[in-house]
């Protein structure tokens, strides 16, 4: 246990080592801290990184790190503790709790002063521990605690980077819904061809079909695999993508629906035409925010963009609760820029161990790495560094490179555009 002093009361900070169990025990006091933070999303949540654990990493081995301030949890950072590398080249990694499937992860802490000291006490236990090689904090949205968790740390010294994306940045679209009643929802789009379009389409469908919007707010079994069928049957499905592809993604969507139905959050949304789902949402709704982790539609109806006119519904509805925003998540894509042009930068935090090992390694990956990205530009160089990004992905997690993309700060400095 560590415990340092500020001008906010005494903060104390415990690493607590196991199994996703201590999650669980820690859970209602987590919930609570949820509802004081800045960002209160499902990715922060514990059923969320609880489900993560055991869908995907059952026999991890967590660290959580605990910052209490007055005795009040503070702060929460769940990390895992694992060893990666190639060859002899093995690394110890203590790593968020989270991958591609998390969506987003971040510390979750106090908002207002109370929380900024609770996230310099867990910065101050995490560099008294030993044995590290290397921190990562995976998919943190812009402005996240994370972010001054790497602040703290290079003020110390410590070689620091923040990872934005390899071949484009990670960033979420998002749109901001404020509808008077009755305004079409397409108005919340930039282009009027766009929303000719989309007015003309279900003027379309609506001749031939009888079209209906349908919303389950429970992990309804029938629901779920209706959806897991629709999104088997697209592309997903023929790219082995698809959720029912593997166990383990399985395993986590059917947890994240029945928590999120527990806690109120859950929406899944359909479009049906003559009651046959042709687009399908694995939707959250959560605190004034619409989220689709999983979006679905049947290709053999692509003549009426029935994912856009889904999405139209579901503006329409969100927004009869008031001022709502809608977000994409993932990255930004063709369909997603119909709609919006705003988006939520995230980025992966590192810090590295001090000392030849640790800088040796930033190196590696915000020199080398940026090096070979702006070679595979050029014609001449391409084949060497798409070479050296094939023996690059081969040391890595499939997670990490996922998250890839150089865009180093703090000491050690360097950046990449």
């Avoid at 980077?161 to 390899?166: A, I, K, L, P, V």
């Avoid at 090992?357 to 084949?383: D, I, N, Q, W, Y």
């Amino acid at each position: 246990m560590t415990a340092v002093s500020c001008n906010t009361g005494q903060v104390t900070v415990q690493a607590r080592r196991g199994t996703r169990e201590l999650i669980d025990s820690l859970a209602p006091e987590w919930r609570t801290l949820c509802s004081r933070a800045a960002r209160d999303e499902p990715f922060f949540r514990p059923e969320w990184v609880s489900t993560y654990l055991a869908a995907f990493a059952p026999d991890a081995r967590l660290v959580l790190l605990e910052a209490r301030v007055d005795g009040r949890l503070a702060a929460v950072l769940p990390l895992v503790d694992t060893r990666s590398g190639w060859r002899r080249l093995w690394l110890r990694k203590l790593q968020g709790a989270a991958n591609i499937h998390s969506c987003r992860f971040d510390i979750t802490c106090e908002d207002g002063p109370a929380g900024e000291a609770a996230v310099a006490g867990i910065w101050t236990a995490l560099r008294g521990t030993r044995g590290w090689d290397l921190i990562e904090i995976p998919r943190v949205p812009q402005g996240g605690a994370a972010e001054a968790l790497l602040t703290q740390a290079a003020r110390d010294g410590y070689p620091t980077g923040s990872w934005r994306g390899f071949w484009r940045p990670m960033e979420s679209p998002y749109i901001e819904v404020d509808l008077a009643p009755g305004e079409d929802p397409t108005t919340v789009a930039g282009h009027a061809h766009f929303r000719r379009n989309v007015r003309r389409r279900l003027r379309r469908a609506m001749e031939e079909y009888d079209v209906c919007l349908r919303r389950v707010d429970e992990a309804d079994a029938e629901a779920l695999k209706a959806f897991y069928e629709l999104e088997r049957r697209s592309w997903k499905g023929k790219a082995g993508t698809a959720i029912t592809c593997s166990k383990a993604t399985s395993e986590f969507y059917d947890g994240v629906a029945t928590a999120a139905a527990r806690f109120g959050y859950l929406s899944i949304y359909f479009l049906d035409f003559d009651g046959i789902p042709v687009a399908g949402h694995l939707g959250l709704r959560h605190k004034g925010r619409y989220y689709m982790p999983k979006v679905a539609y049947d290709e053999d109806y692509a003549r009426f963009s029935p994912g856009q006119l889904l999405l139209r519904g579901i503006i329409e509805d969100v927004s009869k609760d008031g001022p709502a925003v809608v977000d994409f998540l993932g990255l930004m894509a063709p369909w997603k820029a119909d709609w919006t042009e705003k988006v939520l930068p995230h980025s992966s935090c590192f810090i590295y161990r001090k000392g030849v090992r640790g800088r040796v390694l930033h190196l590696g990956r915000f020199a080398l790495l940026a090096g070979a990205r702006t070679a595979a530009r050029h014609p001449s160089l391409e084949p060497s560094a798409q070479a050296f990004l094939r023996w690059w992905k081969g040391t890595m997690t499939a997670q990490g490179w996922r998250q890839s993309g150089p865009h180093s700060t703090g000491s050690s400095k360097g950046e990449v555009g």
